[in-house]
């Protein structure tokens, strides 16, 4: 952590005890948003679409996890025919948005009227 200067920092954190370990970690795994995620993961679909609510919860709901894509893991969807598609499914907890003056904000899943299971502040 000696390139992240004194201070606090956000990232996300992967592995043995967080969220049921989907890419099967051996250990834990930080990955601070300034330094890599805004570099590294994106959507390149969010510019492609109206930004209106319907249309956001559906582009939502198609999300699949960047991480897996990035690194080859997690659980490619096949095709009918059994071919490999390229597709992952898994977890997509939330998006952050980056402002270029340091602000940031996160869109949950748990925020759309669709979804089933635990919400953030329960």
């Known amino acids: 952590m000696e390139f992240l200067s004194d201070g606090q920092h956000f990232g996300e954190l992967l592995g043995p005890k967080v969220n049921g370990n ?3 970690l051996s250990e834990h795994l930080w990955i601070p948003f300034e330094t890599f995620c805004q570099k590294h993961l994106r959507y390149k679909s969010w510019g492609k679409y109206p930004k209106d609510f319907a249309t956001i919860s559906e582009w939502f709901k198609e999300l699949m996890p960047l991480y897996s894509l ?3 893991s997690g659980h ?4 009918p025919d059994g071919a490999k598609t390229g597709k992952y499914r898994g977890f ?3 998006i952050v948005f ?3 003056d340091g602000r940031m904000a996160k ?3 748990d925020m759309f ?3 089933s299971g635990r919400r953030h502040k329960e």
């Open 22 to 24: 989907p890419y099967k």
């Open 70 to 72: 990035m690194v080859g």
């Open 76 to 79: 490619e969807v096949t095709a």
């Open 92 to 94: 997509v907890e939330g």
């Open 98 to 100: 980056t402002h270029p």
């Open 107 to 109: 869109l949950r899943q």
């Open 113 to 115: 009227p669709w979804f």
